[in-house]
Every structure is written in C-alpha cells, then in structure tokens.
C-alpha cells in the first residue's frame, strides 16, 4: 500500500522499491452535490463543479524546460512544447501524454491521468514535475477545501500506488488552488520519485512553470 502524505510532506522513493520504467499520475475528486436540497437544484441553484487539471513539465539537464512551442511572433503558446496540459495532450516523443481532460470529476478512480514511459524518455530530460490546479478557482472563489473527495496519487509500472495526497477534507485551507505534486528525477542508477506537496493560492500551473523556465 502506497503511502499517504500531508500537506507540505515529501518522501523520496528509490527503484529498488518500486519499478519506475512506468509512472502513472492520477488525479481524482467528486461532483459537488446540489445546494439547499432538491428545490434548490429544481431553480437551477447547483452548486459550481470544479475542474482540477493536471499537467507536466519535461526539464532537461539544467532543471530548466526549454521547449515552450513559441508562434511565428517569438511569444510562448504552449503548443507541441514539453508542457503537457489539457491543450497539448501528447508529448512530440510519445513516451509522456495527458488521458484527456475531465471537467466535472465524473466517474469512479482517476478521472485524469498522465503517463509517462521513463525508460523510453530520450536522454535529454532529466527531470519531469507534476502540478495540479483547480482551473478559474479564483474566479468561482473555489479551492482544494471545497472540492469533494479530491486527490492526486502515483502509480508504478507493477500498478501498485507509490504516494497519495488527499487535497479535500480538510487537507488544505480556502486559499490553495494548486499544488506542486511530485518530480521524477534522472539518476545515474535510473529514476528516483519525489513526492514534494507545495500548495499555492495559484489557480494557474503556469505560474508554477515559471519557475523552470
């Protein structure tokens, strides 16, 4: 059984504990039920859903991401560049890709995942880093306090769950909007999982991102 880890708690997971040529990131949480009974859901008074996003950053050997998928104008698009999020699915090498992009928490287990195939990841990454985010918290005035059932975990290529962290019940106060999830790190020996658990008041895993850029 995996472990599960409080906020702002990191471990450190090597290969001799579990088989890292495979990771899956899974992120999960639940429809928020109707406000005030069925009356009020009769008048349209539902509560907002949340949208959580996961999305990854590929980091070459200074730790940095050097591929933004920049326009005929020089500016960042995000597009076919090593940010994996729900406008740039796949990953140009195939060895890292988004599931898709799940906006309401319908369903049962993970209802998104990124999958990374390390042992096939070309030479030049060093370090992959996972973000989670609830996309316009700021705007619907939602965090990880409100969002049901909410949590984001990681899975080895034995399928056996590494890490998890639960983001609702209580877990993070009305101002955490994303977190700093986990990096997977390139040693010489193979990959080594660090599970790290830094909320932010960020709805926007772009502002994370400005710190590998």
Same mark, same amino acid.
């Given at each position: 059984?995996? &472990?599960? #880890?409080?906020?702002?708690?990191?471990?450190?997971?090597?290969?001799?504990?579990?088989?890292?040529? /495979?990771?899956?990131?899974?992120?999960?949480?639940?429809?928020?039920?109707? /406000?005030? $009974?069925? #009356?009020?859901?009769?008048?349209?008074?539902?509560?907002?859903?949340?949208? &959580?996003?996961?999305?990854?950053?590929?980091?070459?050997?200074?730790?940095?991401?050097?591929?933004?998928?920049?326009?005929?104008?020089?500016?960042?698009?995000?597009?076919?560049?090593?940010? +994996?999020?729900?406008?740039? #699915?796949?990953?140009?090498?195939?060895? #890292?890709? &988004?599931?898709?992009?799940?906006?309401? $928490?319908?369903?049962?287990?993970?209802?998104?995942? +990124?999958?990374?195939?390390?042992?096939?990841l070309p030479a030049q990454y060093?370090?992959?880093?996972?973000?989670?985010?609830?996309?316009?918290?700021?705007?619907?005035?939602?965090?990880?306090?409100?969002?049901?059932?909410?949590?984001?975990?990681?899975?080895?290529?034995?399928?056996?769950?590494?890490?998890?962290?639960?983001?609702?019940?209580?877990?993070?106060?009305?101002?955490?909007?994303?977190l700093l999830f986990a990096e997977?790190?390139?040693?010489?020996?193979?990959?080594?999982?660090?599970?790290?658990?830094?909320?932010?008041?960020?709805?926007?895993f772009v502002d994370w991102l400005?710190?590998?850029?």
């Amino acid at each position: 059984m995996g &472990l599960s #880890l409080k906020k702002g708690q990191g471990v450190s997971l090597k290969k001799t504990e579990h088989d890292l040529s /495979k990771v899956t990131i899974g992120l999960g949480w639940d429809i928020n039920p109707v /406000k005030n $009974g069925l #009356l009020a859901g009769l008048f349209g008074k539902t509560a907002p859903d949340y949208d &959580l996003d996961v999305a990854a950053f590929l980091c070459e050997a200074d730790g940095k991401v050097h591929n933004l998928g920049r326009d005929s104008n020089g500016k960042a698009t995000l597009i076919d560049s090593d940010v +994996i999020f729900f406008n740039n #699915l796949c990953h140009h090498s195939g060895c #890292l890709w &988004l599931t898709g992009d799940n906006r309401t $928490g319908s369903g049962d287990g993970d209802d998104e995942q +990124i999958i990374v195939k390390l042992n096939d990841l070309p030479a030049q990454y060093s370090k992959v880093v996972f973000v989670v985010q609830i996309y316009q918290g700021i705007k619907n005035n939602q965090s990880f306090a409100g969002v049901n059932n909410a949590f984001i975990r990681a899975v080895d290529a034995r399928k056996q769950e590494m890490v998890r962290f639960n983001l609702s019940g209580g877990a993070y106060n009305d101002t955490c909007r994303s977190l700093l999830f986990a990096e997977l790190m390139r040693e010489s020996s193979g990959w080594a999982f660090n599970a790290i658990g830094t909320a932010s008041t960020s709805d926007n895993f772009v502002d994370w991102l400005k710190q590998y850029v």
